[in-house]
């Protein structure tokens, strides 16, 4: 982010959080300011990952179509589909000295390029280079969406992400959505993102008794709790009765095999109007689809450090 927008949006806040919500009369004008607190933080966290995000996405589509043209020169038949790209070639392009909005342009014209050459090539009934092509930029798409639902919390603002099926599913040709959106069929990462975006970030607390084994294990150092799925539905309830809003935010997922391991921030508004965030880090083992445990390193249960977590550099 640069400098200025920086300090500007520092001030923006504090402002709200020292000034504003303090001296508000009354109880929607606390809720408010407590949320525009939530969304000026929020953008900070975004405009922070803008210029990497922009130049990982350039370069992934760059070794695209470095890669599709070395199909092409491999083929005598797909000499208008590489007259394309001589066509779009110019200078050297660093995207480290670039600004975001260079390189954002630079990725469409790459984008608007690979989808001409994929047509010129269906148009000359090259059906085996065609699929060799489309493959390529099937394995781009994922990387893109990838990005996308990690970047900006993307996956908040998809009402329909219950019925796309994962992108772990579909890389190895998986199957149908309304396959996919069976819970015995989802992978451990895919149980694991639905129940913090879907439950916990979007409060669709029927998913509880769908996502967790019954009972499930919690694992605290020195001690394990056991919870059904009363228990669960009850200490969601309680979080709820203390706060009017709260939303859970995965700042990183970790996958290896069975388990899962996510790094969080949960923003919360307090029915007073109090604004907070809590912050942990939870390894979750998955079994046909059900979270069947957690480990989390506090001593006690439901006592979370105040986060956030610092920005995630990875």
Same mark, same amino acid.
């Given at each position: 982010?640069?400098?200025s927008?920086?300090?500007?949006l520092?001030?923006?806040?504090?402002?709200?959080?020292?000034?504003?919500?303090?001296?508000?009369?009354?109880?929607?004008?606390?809720?408010?300011?407590?949320?525009?607190?939530?969304?000026?933080?929020?953008?900070? $966290?975004?405009?922070?990952?803008? +210029? !990497?995000?922009? &130049?990982?996405?350039? /370069?992934?589509?760059? %070794?695209?179509?470095?890669? #599709?043209?070395?199909?092409?020169?491999?083929?005598?038949?797909?000499?208008?589909?590489?007259?394309?790209?001589?066509?779009?070639?110019?200078?050297?392009? $660093?995207?480290?000295?670039?600004? +975001? !909005?260079?390189? &954002?342009?630079?990725? /469409?014209?790459?984008? %608007?390029?690979?989808?001409? #050459?994929?047509?010129?090539?269906?148009?000359?009934?090259?059906?085996?280079?065609?699929?060799?092509?489309?493959?390529?930029?099937?394995?781009?798409?994922?990387?893109?969406l990838?990005?996308?639902? !990690?970047?900006?919390r993307?996956?908040?603002?998809?009402?329909?992400?219950?019925?796309?099926?994962?992108?772990?599913?579909?890389?190895?040709?998986?199957?149908?959505?309304?396959?996919?959106?069976?819970?015995?069929?989802?992978?451990?990462l895919?149980?694991?993102?639905?129940?913090?975006?879907?439950?916990?970030?979007?409060?669709?607390?029927?998913?509880?008794?769908?996502?967790?084994?019954?009972?499930?294990?919690?694992?605290?150092?020195?001690h394990?709790?056991?919870?059904?799925?009363?228990?669960?539905?009850?200490?969601?309830?309680?979080?709820f009765?203390?706060?009017?809003?709260?939303?859970?935010v995965a700042?990183?997922?970790?996958?290896?095999?069975a388990?899962?391991?996510l790094?969080?921030?949960?923003?919360?508004?307090?029915?007073?109007?109090?604004?907070?965030?809590?912050?942990?880090?939870?390894?979750?083992?998955?079994?046909?689809?059900?979270?069947?445990?957690?480990?989390?390193?506090?001593?006690?249960?439901?006592?979370?450090?105040?986060?956030?977590?610092?920005?995630?550099?990875?």
């Open positions: 982010m640069t400098p927008l920086d300090l500007m520092e001030t923006v806040e504090r402002a709200l959080a020292t000034s504003i919500l303090p001296n508000a009369t009354n109880a929607a004008a606390k809720e408010e300011a407590s949320l525009a607190i939530l969304f000026t933080r929020w953008i900070r $966290e975004v405009l922070d990952d803008v +210029p !990497a995000a922009e &130049r990982a996405s350039y /370069r992934e589509c760059r %070794a695209a179509i470095d890669d #599709i043209t070395a199909r092409l020169e491999a083929h005598a038949t797909a000499g208008a589909a590489l007259d394309l790209i001589r066509e779009m070639r110019t200078g050297p392009f $660093e995207p480290d000295a670039a600004s +975001p !909005a260079e390189i &954002r342009q630079a990725t /469409r014209r790459i984008k %608007a390029i690979l989808g001409k #050459i994929l047509r010129t090539i269906r148009a000359e009934g090259d059906v085996r280079l065609a699929n060799e092509v489309r493959a390529r930029l099937y394995d781009l798409g994922l990387r893109e990838e990005r996308e639902r !990690a970047f900006g993307g996956s908040a603002m998809d009402p329909d992400w219950r019925s796309i099926p994962s992108l772990a599913d579909l890389s190895i040709g998986g199957d149908s959505p309304k396959e996919a959106n069976e819970m015995s069929n989802l992978t451990p895919r149980a694991v993102q639905m129940y913090n975006d879907d439950v916990w970030g979007r409060h669709q607390r029927e998913l509880i008794v769908e996502l967790l084994a019954n009972p499930l294990r919690r694992h605290h150092p020195g394990t709790e056991v919870f059904t799925h009363d228990d669960m539905l009850k200490r969601y309830d309680n979080y009765s203390k706060n009017r809003e709260m939303r859970a700042r990183r997922y970790v996958c290896e095999g388990y899962v391991t790094l969080w921030d949960i923003d919360m508004v307090a029915n007073d109007g109090k604004v907070s965030t809590i912050s942990g880090i939870e390894i979750f083992k998955v079994v046909d689809g059900k979270i069947t445990d957690v480990w989390n390193p506090n001593a006690v249960a439901e006592q979370y450090p105040a986060g956030p977590w610092p920005s995630f550099t990875p």
